[in-house]
């Protein structure tokens, strides 16, 4: 009811704006007036060609033609100028100031309508600011009607949940640990890639100790008005206290928790240091005795602001990494619970070949697999399924019409992968190549090749050269199988691969003999790229690996053909058949 009349007065407000403007405007016009000499104006005046003359007290006076044109002259301030100008039928107007005072008038009435337009609009934030604000103080707690999300329910990150288990008895029972001595900690950050379970965490954490778990993102405290990102932190921490024992949970914290810029900066922002400050003030005026637990989450720890990495604040820094083999084969088991699995999956081998994927990677391979099944109305989930479902997650949907694919386009594809999977198969007998695949995406991708090397804690130099010759794979294909001349832009996003895995190697791992020792990131920053030295000598090894690559894939051309003409006839190879075609087994056939 009230949103109609607001919009009728702001309506009337931006017409009487306008009517002003436009009056105004008008008044001030400038009309075009033609100069004549005061001789000219006299000789006009014996003739009657002057209609109207406006006296003033200044040095010029402005007047009227009978054709309708304007003038304008000097004003020869004589007593009998007017009765002159009367013997000769010319309308006189004296300017008395009254138009001055009119021209006043209107523009007084001008800024008056430009005041009320800034009240109206000034009051309109003010109220959705305070509405905003008590928004804030009404987040909702995760105790409401609902199952209860534990850490049974989360597979995988058994070291994070064990730090975190701890945690439930610190929530229970805070006074044991006082009666020691001990001081519970005020704040947990998880921290690692995307998708790997942050939330799931701190959610399952609350729902384990029974206690409210309150919600929130970074985002929703940064705000354009003065003061209410600030105000937002007060409220939700007042909210918590009420519930007693609770879990603040504050996704994406990088968000307002960014290092501060300090006063010599230029880009500083005031608001987000008063919101850090205030969320800093209320995590320090915590009581022991209290049992309320700060969870934050990020993808981004090396952003984060040194106050709230310190003691007392974000006491402990826990890392949710991608799975590993096993915690892969558990969530795959997790998210299949409510799935008709066909016989024919086996979710250990599936486990195996899907290195690198995240846990929300997982779940949306299986509910991508659950939706094909249910499209073509399938009993069950078979293998063919996933095998699309796995297509789609990694590189997009599979491009239905091929038509307009040229067979040479296709041939360029299946030697470029064939480059990448054979290169991978001989630089280490570790590596696995899991799936080849030369069909086209809706992403643009022509193919591609998943390699999984060995789980291990560390890379050796040897590692990340051999990583870097086979991303060089594809392009070494190219050029020996069709020239020089002909090779393609299809090795962009490897050649990206490959410059990346060496400057790390040469720059910051200190890998290079010639670069010697000295992380370069901490003397550039983020531009290795702007020292000529590096430059040159990330050229020279990418150069030299590249003959290496070339090299193996001249020693083993007859491999290449037998792995690329079996793409161009299955266009799919599992690990099985690159194992064979990659071996002598299939020459002996």
């Known amino acids: 009811m009230k949103r109609p009349k607001k919009l009728k007065i702001l309506l009337l407000l931006v017409i009487s704006f306008a009517i002003l403007s436009s009056l105004y405007l008008y008044i001030n016009s400038e009309k075009k007036y033609d100069d004549i000499s005061y001789s000219e104006f006299m000789e006009y005046v014996k003739d009657g060609k002057i ?40 309308k006189v107007v004296e300017s008395n100031g009254s138009s001055v005072i009119a021209q006043g008038l209107t523009f007084l009435l001008f800024i008056v309508g430009i005041g009320v337009i800034g009240y109206f609009v000034n009051n309109n934030m003010t109220k959705q600011a305070q509405k905003e604000m008590a928004l804030m103080s009404n987040v909702e707690s995760g105790n409401g009607s609902g199952d209860v999300f534990t850490f049974d329910n989360v597979a995988g990150n058994e070291e994070a949940k064990e730090s975190l288990k701890e945690l439930v008895d610190f929530i229970e029972n805070p006074e044991k640990y006082s009666k020691y001595g ?12 995307p998708g790997t379970g942050k939330t799931l965490l701190a959610k399952a954490l609350a729902g384990e100790a029974k206690v409210p778990f309150f919600s929130v993102s970074g985002s929703d405290f940064i705000q354009v008005y003065a003061g209410l990102g600030a105000s937002r932190i007060r409220a939700l921490f007042k909210k918590a206290k009420e519930c007693g024992k609770s879990v603040i ?24 240091d008063r919101t850090l400050n205030a969320l800093l003030t209320e995590m320090s005026g915590f009581s022991d005795r209290e049992g309320t637990i700060v969870v934050a989450a990020t993808n981004r720890v090396d952003t984060l602001d040194e106050a709230l990495l310190r003691p007392g604040r974000f006491d402990r820094q826990i890392e949710v990494g991608l799975p590993d083999l096993n ?43 659950a939706m094909i099944a249910a499209r073509n109305n399938d009993i069950n989930i078979n293998m063919d399924h996933i095998d699309k479902a796995f297509f789609t997650v990694l590189v997009g949907e599979e491009k239905k019409d091929r038509s307009s694919i040229l067979n040479k386009d296709k041939k360029i594809t299946a030697y ?27 992403k643009g991708m022509g193919g591609f090749s998943m390699n999984i090397p060995p789980d291990k804690m560390y890379q050796t130099k040897k590692d990340i050269r051999n990583s870097i010759m086979i991303a060089l794979g594809g392009r070494a294909a190219e050029e020996i199988i069709f020239g020089i001349e002909n090779i393609t832009t299809g090795a962009s996003s490897d050649l990206q691969k490959a410059t990346d895995m060496a400057i790390k190697m040469m720059g910051i791992y200190g890998m290079d003999e010639e670069l010697g020792l000295v992380n370069y990131e901490v003397v550039l920053g983020q531009n290795i790229g702007s020292n000529s030295f590096v430059i040159e000598r990330l050229k020279k090894q990418i150069d030299s690996l590249y003959e290496e690559t070339k090299e193996i ?20 190879l599992d690990e099985s058949e690159i194992n064979v075609l990659a071996s002598k087994k299939c020459l002996a056939v």
């Open 182 to 193: 001990a001081r519970i900690p005020r704040g947990i950050l998880l921290y690692g890639p």
């Open 249 to 272: 949970f504050i996704d994406e914290i990088d968000a307002l928790g960014k290092k501060r810029k300090g006063s010599l900066s230029n880009s500083g922002n005031d608001e987000g």
């Open 416 to 442: 470029h992968e064939a480059g990448h999977a054979l290169v991978a198969k001989k630089v280490s007998k570790e590596n696995r190549v899991t799936k080849v695949s030369i069909i086209p995406s809706t």
């Open 327 to 369: 915690a892969r084969f558990k969530i795959l088991k997790l998210h299949s619970k409510n799935k008709p699995l066909s016989e024919d999956v086996n979710l250990e081998k599936l486990a195996q070949e899907t290195s690198y994927f995240s846990g929300a990677m997982l779940e949306n391979l299986m509910n991508e697999s």
């Open 553 to 572: 894939l001249i020693t083993n051309e007859k491999f290449l053909h037998q792995i690329a003409t079996a793409l161009l006839d299955k266009e799919v």
């Open 51 to 90: 209609e109207r003359v406006d006296l003033n007290d200044g040095s010029r006076i402005r007047g009227k033609f009978a054709t309708g044109e304007y003038f304008i002259t000097d004003n020869p301030r004589t007593e009998n100028f007017k009765e002159i100008l009367l013997m000769n039928n010319v």
